[in-house]
């Protein structure tokens, strides 16, 4: 069966120190990833997505990135964080574009 | 403008009553899931349908899927403190583009005992 992976659970960083969120995917191959941030109780505010090796798409402008080193690997990173990145984090993949998402128990994310 | 509204955006209910919450849209959606989130926990899929007017039973879950797929509604008969979440849609298939899920803002359902 396929498992999702994500740590760590919790961060406290403080403002300008760099970030570095891992997650991985075991029993699927080629797996679409995406990224998600969540505000307190509401929606899902989709930051980037992969449908392959190193092919990346970002959904809004802001002060972080996403890496695919691996089929199964997928990373968010920041240089310098800022305090607005404080959040909840998840990840999550799916078999291809608009089928069911499987997420992980994300991160959350607070920055001092 | 979101794209998918979803109603309401808060519930607080009696257990033992009964709930329906929606997901509205003026767009046409080829798929529409329903996923329940607890806190501290990602969102897990309930259920998915595909087809206009299809209904899917999920124990105490009934979901609809509007006539012309632009619409859907969650009810839960009897809920129980269980059911506390918060409830999300996400619609597949926009036209406006294809290749990611739209999500709805989410109904936070609190059931007390």
């Known amino acids: 069966s396929q498992t999702i992976h994500q740590w760590p659970a919790t961060l406290v960083q403080p403002v300008g120190s760099p970030l570095s969120l891992e997650c991985t995917v075991e029993g699927t191959s080629n797996p679409n990833l995406y990224w998600y941030r969540q505000a307190a109780g509401r929606g899902l505010q989709l930051l980037f997505y992969s449908v392959g090796i190193g092919q990346i798409s970002s959904e809004v402008p802001q002060n972080l990135s996403a890496s695919r080193p691996q089929d199964r690997q997928f990373i968010l990173s920041s240089k310098k964080l800022l305090l607005s990145d404080s959040g909840f984090y998840l990840c999550a993949w799916s078999t291809r574009s608009n089928q069911p998402q499987h997420f992980g128990d994300g991160t959350r994310l607070s920055i001092l | 403008t979101q794209l998918l509204e979803q109603s309401p955006q808060f519930l607080s209910i009696q257990e033992g009553e009964n709930l329906t919450v929606y997901c509205n849209s003026s767009?046409?959606?080829?798929?529409l899931q329903w996923y329940r989130q607890e806190p501290g926990e990602g969102p897990v899929l309930l259920v998915t349908v595909v087809t206009g007017g299809e209904v899917k039973k999920l124990k105490r879950l009934t979901f609809q899927f509007g006539d012309a797929r632009k619409d859907s509604s969650l009810h839960i008969t009897a809920a129980q403190p269980g059911d506390t979440g918060l409830y999300l849609c996400?619609?597949?298939?926009?036209?406006?583009?294809?290749?990611?899920?739209?999500w709805g803002l989410g109904t936070s359902l609190a059931v007390n005992p």
């Open positions: 996400a619609g597949g298939g926009h036209a406006g583009n294809n290749r990611k899920l739209i």
């Open positions: 767009s046409v959606f080829s798929s």
